[in-house]
């Protein structure tokens, strides 16, 4: 995702972008931290690589809203799944979705994992 696309919709269409993208928590986040095009443009390139762990992209009743990327007190992204993109994930059987987010040189990428904990032959988790 390259960041003066995220910078070009926020001056387009500003909040109608925001709040159609992005949770409250998102977006407090990304301001409180500063360069909130960055961060926003590390947010939707997290969504997206979500999307397509869930195998759906943002297409099958998943929009980027329902995908939200807090991140913990010790800087871990994490993803919590909402409304569609929840309903996909239990279609799938996935239990946690992992992901990791960098940005250079004006790009920001992510990378997702789809969990499936499940039970084992012997029977353990």
Not at 3 to 20: K, M, N, P, V, W
Not at 72 to 88: D, I, Y
């Amino acid at each position: 995702m390259v960041i003066a696309r995220i910078e070009q919709s926020l001056l387009r269409f500003g909040e109608r972008f925001e709040q159609r993208v992005f949770t409250r928590e998102e977006l407090r986040q990304a301001q409180a931290r500063g360069n909130k095009a960055r961060r926003l443009a590390m947010l939707f390139a997290a969504k997206e690589a979500v999307s397509k762990a869930l195998g759906t992209g943002f297409h099958q009743g998943v929009a980027a809203s329902h995908i939200e990327i807090i991140h913990q007190p010790s800087g871990k992204p994490e993803v919590t799944l909402h409304a569609g993109a929840a309903r996909a994930a239990e279609r799938l059987g996935v239990d946690i979705v992992h992901v990791s987010l960098t940005d250079d040189d004006g790009v920001a990428m992510a990378f997702a994992v789809a969990e499936i904990i499940g039970i084992t032959e012997s029977g353990e988790g």
